[in-house]
């Protein structure tokens, strides 16, 4: 069964088969909709900014529903990982997404570099930072500290005219810490810093602002350096925690 993925990359993907995929979608449909709440999806709807419905759980309730779904199943190979996620991305309730986004943050070290498309689709498809902001720091993070050569597919991707893969790579070092790539950091921002949109900038300042809980003095001397080329909301968000 074929997938085409939307946005820029469009790269075509064969769903894997899956008999634990199979098994987990049937239970987590089953599951997920008899918890549905309209009255409290319609306002999550709304919160979100109607980029998709959804079925009205709370993220504890939604949690605690997902244990009881994978229970007994047995750990999953990438191309459980492949099906169960591409599968979820076809459902239409939100819920669905970010139980896979959950999945594969559980399982990313049975990833490899393979697996960097179909994240790219995953990015690029029924976009928010509610899925995006997820994937980049631990699923996509994951897969680039796992194998340093998908920096290449990094330097590529914060060139990228779609704003959640350019996101992404601002984004998929934030929980790096001392394993940051400064130097690499520091020019994604420049790279980026003229960009008008909001999601955008606010990520230029919360990688320098995370990223400033390591090393404050390199934050606050590239922000000095660069305030002319960076946006207000961006020094703003950079320095938040460490003053000027």
Known sequence: MGVTASGTSGVRFEMPDSALADTVLERLTATYAAAADPRRAASMQAYMKDIAPFLGLTTPER??????????????????????????????EREYQYFAVDYLRRHVKRLSSGFLPVARHLVSTVSWWDTVDLLACHVVGGLVTADPALKADMDAWIEDDDLWVARTALLHQLRYKDATDTERLFAYCLCRSGHPDFFIRKAIGWCLREYAKTDPDAVRGFVAQQRGRLSPLSVREALKNIGP
């Open 63 to 92: 949690r605690a529903l997902s244990r009881v779904v994978v229970d007994g199943t047995p750990r999953p190979g990438e191309a459980d990982c492949t099906a169960l996620a591409l599968r979820c991305w076809q459902l239409p």
